[in-house]
């Protein structure tokens, strides 16, 4: 995976470069994660415009969380698909939540991958990666920090 440097987005990584089990390499400008583009700079968008051929944006987070900070999408195609509903997994980054609110981590990743809901919401996003039209451009997928979600859904992908 490469880095890329912004400065309004943070946890920013094209795909491009892994290498797969047969041997191919995942092209750059295609499959970009990153966290959640609610400070997103207009200069910063337009370099993954420019640079990295964004086409598309694909949100993971919750309602609440986009309600609570919505993205910048700068008139990018921009799905929101949320993997889970923040209700039934006991989670969000919503600022009234208290720590202690929060499952474990162990227990959220075995919710988000058995949960008939999420494994739905999962489908959906990679539906959408896979059938992007990449002579468009590229596509990103993001949720709040950029990890968990996105790590999920990167793995899936590759």
């Known amino acids: 995976m490469i880095p890329i440097e912004l400065r309004s987005v943070g946890n920013i990584r094209d795909l491009g470069g892994t290498g797969m089990k047969n041997g191919s390499v995942i092209r750059r ?6 966290a959640h583009l609610g400070y ?3 200069a910063d968008i337009q370099l993954l415009r420019d640079e990295h051929r964004l086409s598309k944006i694909i949100d ?9 900070l919505p993205d910048h999408s700068f008139g ?8 889970f509903n ?3 997994a006991g ?5 009234q939540q208290k ?10 990743y075995r919710f988000i991958m058995t949960d008939a809901d999420s494994v ?7 539906k959408a990666i896979f059938t992007h039209d990449y002579r468009k451009g590229s596509v990103l997928w993001h949720c709040t920090e950029g990890k968990d979600r996105c790590g999920i859904t990167s793995a899936l992908v590759l």
């Open 99 to 108: 720590q202690s609110d929060i499952p474990r981590m162990e227990d959220l």
């Open 91 to 95: 989670i969000s980054h919503e600022t």
């Open 40 to 42: 997103a700079a207009q």
């Open 86 to 88: 923040e209700f039934k």
């Open 29 to 34: 400008g295609c499959l970009i994660r990153s």
């Open 120 to 126: 739905a919401g999962f489908r959906n996003v990679l």
């Open 76 to 83: 990018i195609e921009h799905l929101r698909l949320p993997i």
């Open 60 to 68: 993971l987070r919750t309602g609440g969380e986009r309600s609570e």
